[in-house]
Nanobody
Framework: VQLQASGGGLVQTGGSLRLSCATSERTLNSYGWFRQAPGKEREFVAHIAGGGSAGGTYTILQDSVKGRFTISRVNAESTVDLLMNSLKPEDTAVYYC?????????????????WGRGTLVTVSS
C-alpha cells in the first residue's frame, strides 16, 4: 500500500494550505496525519476513521490545531485531506500521512500500518 502526501509549501502566518494523502487502496479504514518539526519528536496532528460503506466518520484533532485544521475523506474516500487554516510558525514541520486497514479511534503511531513520505510545510512569520 502506497500513500502519497502532497500539498506542502511555504505560507505566511495566517495563511492556509491543504494537504492531501492519496492512495489507490480502498480497504483502509483509519488515516492519520503526523508532523515532525526540526529537532523535535514526531507528533500526532489529526485522525479520521470510518467513512466507508459502514457509514459515518470519526475524527480527532490535536488540541493545538482544533478550530484551525480539518481532516476529511474525499474522492470516493481514496484521499484524505488536511485543511490547515490560520497557520502559525509553530506549525512548521514535515507532515506525514499514515493509514491502517483497522478501524480505530485512539490514534497511536504503532497502530498505523502504512506511512507515506512527508511533505514540508513552512510558515513564515
Amino acid at each position: 500500500v502506497q500513500l502519497q502526501a502532497s500539498g506542502g509549501g511555504l505560507v505566511q502566518t495566517g495563511g492556509s494550505l491543504r494537504l492531501s494523502c492519496a492512495t489507490s487502496e480502498r480497504t483502509l479504514n483509519s488515516y492519520g496525519w503526523f508532523r515532525q518539526a526540526p529537532g523535535k519528536e514526531r507528533e500526532f496532528v489529526a485522525h479520521i476513521a470510518g467513512g466507508g460503506s459502514a457509514g459515518g466518520t470519526y475524527t480527532i484533532l490535536q488540541d493545538s490545531v482544533k478550530g484551525r485544521f480539518t481532516i476529511s475523506r474525499v474522492n470516493a474516500e481514496s484521499t484524505v485531506d488536511l485543511l490547515m487554516n490560520s497557520l502559525k510558525p509553530e506549525d512548521t514541520a514535515v507532515y506525514y500521512c499514515a493509514a491502517s486497514r483497522t478501524f480505530f479511534v485512539t490514534p497511536r503511531e504503532g497502530a498505523y500500518e502504512y506511512w507515506g513520505r512527508g511533505t514540508l510545510v513552512t510558515v513564515s512569520s
